[in-house]
Structures are given as C-alpha cells and as structure tokens.
C-alpha cells in the first residue's frame, strides 16, 4: 500500500523549459512535504519542503505546490538546466507516522541540451 | 562538522559473510535512521534510534540485521550471513525531531 506515490518513472524536458514532477499520497494526516535530489551513488540531497498550512512554496528556480484537497503536490523547476538531471523524490510526514519520511518511487528527469 | 558520514562506500562481499557499515551524523542531531535504496523505489525505512534508543525497526529489518548507536553519536549497522538480495544501497541519515533529514552518501553492497 504505497502512501506517496510518483507515477511518472521518467520525464525528459528540453533545457530552458519547465520541468513540472507530481507526486499523490492518500494519508490525510500527513503534514509536512519534501522535495529530494538525487544523484548517482549519493545520497539524497533535500532540495525544498512546504508544510499543509501553505500551499506554495518558492526558492530560486524551484517552486513546491500543494493541493490538500486533491491530495496532490508538484515541483516545479524553471528554467530547467543540464544539472537539473537527477532523480527526485517527494517525500512526506505527519506526527501519526512519527515524522518518519515515508518516500515515493522517483522520477528520473532528463534535462536535454 | 561537513554533515553525515558513510564508511565504506562500496562493499562488494560474498555471500554468507557479515558485513558492518558505520554512520558518523551531524554532531547536533539526535535521531539517526537507517534506509535501504534498491534501483527504482525510494528509500526504505529500517530502523532510527533517537540517542542512543532504538525506538523502532522496520519488518524489513531481519533477524540478520543489527543496528546500535551506543553512545548516541555515530551507528553502526551489521548484516550477518549476507544473501543476494541484501545488495542494495544503504542510506544513513540524521535529523533534529521534527526536522528536516540529512542524509549521507550511502553505502553500496554488492552481495556476490
């Protein structure tokens, strides 16, 4: 029963356009969502978080939204650069799980020259 | 302090042998899990301590598998007679409660 789920495995974007990654969780409880990049034998690097009381967040070139109702969150990633090319991960947490992370699969994004 | 520290970074061993990885977290912080990556899913939870308590260790988590953080500074996680498809990347993290979670850059074990 997966809680967070990222259905795209992949998404390739030409460089300078928007990359738009989605991630759904059904757990109504959770309160606290996060974005994370990953690069080949590293580990996850936290790349931007929002918390349930907002429904958008902004840092730089990275902006997290999120939709309660819908129980929907995406990160969007504008202008999309060659270094952009990771895996991400949406995670989430709510006190009832301890504040553990509980993860989504990723989305490999290809950013094309 | 540079963040959280994973030795080794690879580990290839044969099956049935007992490896250990080791976890140097951020100084500050006191809650420390342990995640294993396989290729196309997200990280999975095994066990955190908070200090030096283990508070909870994931089903995943066999009989095999050994976690301990003795003097809630760095944590060590030991796999006895290893199987195949103990390979995975192993994922360290630290985190003060309710904060956000640093991770190290892993261990890769290759279980031949």
């Known amino acids: 029963d997966q809680q967070v789920k990222q259905n795209s495995p992949s998404l390739s974007v030409q460089e300078g356009r928007i990359s738009i990654l989605n991630c759904d969780y059904t757990?109504?409880?959770?309160?606290?969502f996060l974005w994370y990049k990953k690069y080949p034998a590293e580990g996850p690097t936290f790349l931007i978080s929002i918390s349930s009381i907002k429904d958008k967040n902004e840092d730089g070139r990275f902006t997290v939204f999120l939709n309660k109702s819908a129980k929907h969150l995406s990160l969007h990633i504008v202008p999309s650069q060659p270094g952009d090319s990771a895996v991400y991960f949406c995670?989430?947490?709510?006190?009832?799980?301890?504040?553990?992370?509980?993860w989504g699969a990723g989305t490999k994004l290809i950013i094309k020259p | 302090d540079t963040g959280v520290s994973q030795d080794p970074r690879h580990k290839i061993t044969k099956r049935g042998q007992n490896v250990t990885f080791r976890c140097d977290p951020i100084s500050e912080h006191n809650r420390l899990y342990w995640y294993r990556q396989t290729l196309g899913q997200g990280p999975e939870f095994l066990t955190y301590f908070q200090n030096e308590a283990q508070l909870e260790k994931s089903r995943l988590l066999s009989d095999r598998f050994s976690a301990e953080r003795p003097k809630g500074s760095f944590s060590t996680l030991e796999i006895q007679r290893t199987e195949q498809g103990d390979s995975a990347m192993y994922l360290c993290?630290?985190?003060?409660?309710?904060?956000?979670?640093?991770f190290g850059s892993g261990t890769r074990l290759t279980v031949v």
């Open positions: 995670a989430a947490s709510g006190e009832d799980s301890n504040y553990q992370l509980i």
């Open positions: 993290a630290s985190s003060l409660i309710s904060a956000g979670y640093t």
């Open positions: 757990n109504s409880m959770f309160d606290y």
